[in-house]
């Protein structure tokens, strides 16, 4: 049944069909006694079960965990969330399915971490002085995630990571790291909950502040967008829905999460032997992509030559710090709260190792993320509209280059370095970034291709430059 349940969930990274699901690790939760609130007669009641389970996978295999949820009838509210029918150890039919979306089992999970308990093989605490409601209701985040979060109000946020590797995350840590620094820039971290997994103690869940009615990133800079767009004959900064200002506070908030991060984890200067090793991994990433993405062909010889350019970059004695990242950075990935911009998710790029996302990287790998992110931003509304009229492509154009700027004129003004200095080495990693993009839209959006490869085009480019 989960073999088949597993790859319809959005957060599933695997194969669309799997052969069989290896159950490593299973623990059954006490049933709670009842809530004094409580009217379920005990045959409803449900009974769950923590599970860590083992699917094949062309590295290896991949671990995920699960929280299943065991009741002789499904309630309406729960329906979205079943998996199948089984029978009890008693042999009665039961219903299975993805408890995290119980009411019942996210309010047992906050409890747990509010009162540092133990479920299972599961440990829950809570970080000193965090006042938490131990009865707060929580709900699942709707729309698209990589894992499954729960809202739980004042009480926060948990983000139950579904694909685990064994070791720390690096989004309980980062986010332990910020708030121990006081940052202004991130979610206030709750409480964690951690397990053995493949005998390494492990994250399994992150309790994180939550800000309430904050905005998406992406969503505030398309609108500003689409403001420009419908005004036709008026620039990016004489229209009421300007964003630059938005840009030049995003770019002060990233420098500040940089600091804070250098800071907790440390620094060291790349030598020109990791930095070559860097970029020819960049190189052979972005060729593979070239063998893939056929628009991208014409490009190849270009591309390897900035990659090229960064190596010298190094070889003409330039340091290049390393520290901490958040790895993948675009505007999905920001909050703007009633006071100020927050950084979230801080994972790193899913498709990179554990080891690779804990490790130091240049910091300038996130500012080419938020660059990359504001192009897609400008340009999103030509996608899938054949070739635009020079007008719209002007004001596309021009929003971008606006926003780019801005955003690299506050990360100046806080970090005291400009990002734009070292310009060999952030067109590599811009340029890195939308091979990458490339290669995505070819897979899953061909009709937003265009903005990549544009990107692609001015990068490679001799009068190719950051704005
Ligand atoms: N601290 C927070 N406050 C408010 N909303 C948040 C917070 N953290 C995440 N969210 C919301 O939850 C969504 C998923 O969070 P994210 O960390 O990106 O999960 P995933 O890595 O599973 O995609 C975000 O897009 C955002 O809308
Ligand atoms: O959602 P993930 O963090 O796993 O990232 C994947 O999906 C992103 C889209 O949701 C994609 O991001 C690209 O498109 C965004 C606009 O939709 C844009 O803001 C980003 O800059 C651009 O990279 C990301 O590439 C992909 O890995």
């Known amino acids: 049944m989960l073999a088949s349940w597993l790859p319809q969930q959005r957060w599933f990274a695997g194969r669309t069909e ?19 609130d409580s009217a379920a007669p005990d045959a409803d009641r449900a009974e769950f079960e923590h599970l860590i389970v083992e699917v094949p996978a062309a590295d290896g295999v991949r671990r995920y965990q699960l929280w299943i949820g065991r009741r002789p009838v499904l309630p309406e509210r729960l329906t979205h969330a079943e998996i199948g029918a089984a029978a009890s150890p ?14 019942e089992l996210s309010a047992l999970l906050l409890r747990a971490i509010a009162e540092n308990r133990t479920l299972g093989d599961v440990t829950a605490v809570h970080r000193e002085g965090v006042m938490l409601d131990p009865s707060a209701h929580g709900f699942v985040v709707t729309g698209e995630q990589s894992n499954t979060s729960i809202i739980y109000g004042d009480s926060g946020i948990l983000k139950v990571f579904r694909r685990l590797e064994p070791g720390p995350n690096p989004d309980a840590e980062v986010h332990a790291a910020l708030a121990e620094r006081g940052s202004a820039h991130s979610a206030d971290l709750f409480g964690e909950m951690t397990g053995p997994v493949a005998g390494e103690p492990t994250t399994l869940a992150v309790l994180t502040q939550f800000f309430a009615n904050s905005a998406d990133g992406w969503q505030m800079a398309t609108a500003s967008v689409r403001d420009l767009m419908a005004e036709g004959d008026l620039r990016a900064d004489e229209v009421g829905g300007d964003f630059a200002a938005e840009s030049y506070r995003l ?48 490009y190849r010889d270009a591309v390897l030559a900035v990659f090229a350019q960064a190596t010298d970059f190094a070889r003409a004695g330039n340091t290049v710090p390393l520290q901490r990242i958040h790895g993948d950075l675009h505007l999905g990935q920001t909050l703007r709260t009633l006071t100020g911009w927050a950084v979230i998710d801080f994972e790193g790029e899913p498709s990179k190792s554990l080891q690779y996302r804990r490790a130091l990287h240049s910091p300038l790998r996130d500012v080419a993320g938020m660059l990359r992110s504001l192009d897609y931003a400008g340009h999103h509304m030509l996608a899938g509209t054949g070739q635009p009229d020079a007008q719209h492509q002007f004001r596309a154009d021009e929003w971008a280059s606006r926003n780019r700027t801005a955003f ?60």
């Open 18 to 36: 799997l052969a069989g699901v290896d159950i490593v690790s299973r623990h059954r939760l006490a049933a709670e006694p009842a809530a004094a």
């Open 90 to 103: 008693g042999g009665s039919a039961v219903v299975l399915y993805d408890a995290l979306h119980d009411p």
């Open 251 to 298: 770019g002060q908030a990233v420098a500040s999460v940089h600091h804070d991060l250098a800071e907790a984890f440390g620094t060291g200067p790349a030598d020109e032997a990791q930095l070559r090793t860097d970029v020819e991994a960049m190189a052979a990433l972005a060729a593979s992509t070239i063998d893939e993405v056929p628009e991208l062909a014409p």
């Open 408 to 467: 690299c004129d506050g990360y100046a003004a806080e970090a005291g370095t400009d990002p734009r200095a070292a310009d060999a080495l952030l067109r590599a990693f811009e340029l890195d970034r939308a091979v990458y993009e490339a290669g995505y839209e070819h897979n899953y959006r061909p009709s937003w291709l265009p903005i990549p490869l544009q990107a692609v085009a001015t990068l490679t480019s001799l009068g190719g430059h950051h704005d």
